[in-house]
C-alpha cells in the first residue's frame, strides 16, 4: 500500500529536526500493526508510507492507528506542535510488485518533486494515476 496523508490545512509542521524522528515512529507503528514499512517519507506538510498492509488489519484501521498515535507523539516535541494535527483524510493506493522501486524511489525523493508542485497538485496527480473518481470540493476539507 502506498498511503498519503498531510498536516492539517497542510501547515508546514514537519521540520527538518522532527522529520526523520517521526518517520521511525511511523514505522514502529506500521511494524506494531504488522503492516511493514518498506520506505516512509515526506515533506514538510505530508507523509508517504509505502507498506506491507497486514492481512488482520484493515486500511482504515492502519491510518487511524497511525495518525492518532503519532499526532499524540509530536505535540510532545515542544511548544511548536501543540497544535499539530493531520488533515481529516487519507489517500491509500494498491500498488504492484513490480511498482514498489518506483514509489520508494519517488518516496525518497519528495524535496525534488515539491520544488515543481504542491501537495494539493501532488494529490490530484496520484487520484488521477490510479483512476479515483472524486469531487474536488469534497477532497479538501
Same mark, same amino acid.
Given at each position: 500500500?502506498?498511503?498519503?496523508?498531510?498536516?492539517?490545512?497542510?501547515?508546514?509542521?514537519?521540520?527538518?529536526?522532527?522529520?526523520?524522528?517521526?518517520?521511525?515512529?511511523?514505522?514502529?507503528?506500521?511494524?506494531?500493526?504488522?503492516?511493514?514499512?518498506?520506505?516512509?517519507?515526506?515533506?514538510?506538510? %505530508?507523509? %508517504?508510507?509505502?507498506?506491507?498492509?497486514?492481512?488482520?488489519?484493515?486500511?482504515?484501521?492502519?491510518?487511524?492507528?497511525?495518525?492518532?498515535?503519532?499526532?499524540?507523539?509530536?505535540?510532545?516535541?515542544?511548544?511548536?506542535?501543540?497544535?499539530?494535527?493531520?488533515?481529516?483524510?487519507?489517500?491509500?493506493?494498491?500498488?504492484?510488485?513490480?511498482?514498489?522501486?518506483?514509489?520508494?524511489?519517488?518516496?525518497?525523493?519528495?524535496?525534488?518533486?515539491?520544488?515543481?508542485?504542491?501537495?494539493?497538485?501532488?494529490?490530484?496527480?496520484?487520484?488521477?494515476?490510479?483512476?479515483?473518481?472524486?469531487?474536488?470540493?469534497?477532497?479538501?476539507?
Amino acid at each position: 500500500m502506498h498511503i498519503t496523508f498531510s498536516t492539517k490545512d497542510r501547515y508546514p509542521f514537519i521540520k527538518d529536526e522532527i522529520q526523520d524522528e517521526l518517520y521511525a515512529y511511523l514505522s514502529g507503528i506500521c511494524k506494531n500493526l504488522e503492516s511493514y514499512p518498506l520506505k516512509i517519507g515526506g515533506f514538510k506538510d %505530508h507523509v %508517504h508510507i509505502l507498506c506491507l498492509l497486514s492481512r488482520k488489519v484493515s486500511l482504515m484501521k492502519l491510518v487511524e492507528e497511525l495518525k492518532s498515535h503519532s499526532s499524540k507523539w509530536i505535540k510532545t516535541k515542544g511548544r511548536a506542535f501543540e497544535k499539530f494535527y493531520w488533515q481529516n483524510g487519507y489517500g491509500g493506493f494498491s500498488i504492484g510488485a513490480k511498482e514498489v522501486d518506483a514509489v520508494a524511489d519517488y518516496i525518497v525523493n519528495q524535496e525534488s518533486h515539491h520544488k515543481k508542485m504542491t501537495f494539493k497538485q501532488e494529490y490530484l496527480m496520484f487520484l488521477k494515476k490510479y483512476e479515483v473518481p472524486y469531487d474536488e470540493k469534497y477532497v479538501w476539507d
